[in-house]
């Protein structure tokens, strides 16, 4: 069985930093996409950052310049280095592992179980 495990959400104060990691386990030959979203209570889920499987990257407009995702293909692990946070930055944060390819054949699209951010003084 394939899943993702997150971890490293917690509480910060506004323009402290935090580092959230997220790995695949399970029977897998390649992942294309790795992401992470983020929810907020009343709002939709949005993007907040992609990596390819080449190192390639897309950030949603509200993190540029202050978060950086990155990966470890040997590990099927993807990270996201969030630094001067803001109270709006609060949300469950949630990993997405896309065109992940397994042993049986089969190509899914999988989601983590999210991870509290808070971010309040």
């Known amino acids: 069985q394939v899943q993702l495990v997150e971890s490293g959400g917690g509480l910060v104060q506004p323009g402290g930093s935090l580092r959230l990691s997220c790995a695949a386990s399970?029977?897998?030959?390649?992942?294309?996409?790795m992401g992470w979203y983020r929810q907020a209570p009343g709002k939709q889920r949005e993007l907040v950052a992609i990596i390819t499987d080449s190192g390639s990257t897309n950030y949603g407009d509200s993190v540029k310049g202050r978060f950086t995702i990155s990966r470890d293909n040997a590990r099927n692990t993807v990270y996201l280095q969030m630094n001067s946070l803001k109270p709006e930055d609060t949300a469950v944060y949630y990993c997405n592992a896309d065109r992940l390819r397994t042993v049986a054949r089969t190509t899914l699209s999988i989601w983590g179980q999210g991870t509290q951010v808070t971010v309040s003084s």
């Open positions: 399970g029977s897998i030959v390649s992942i294309d996409d």
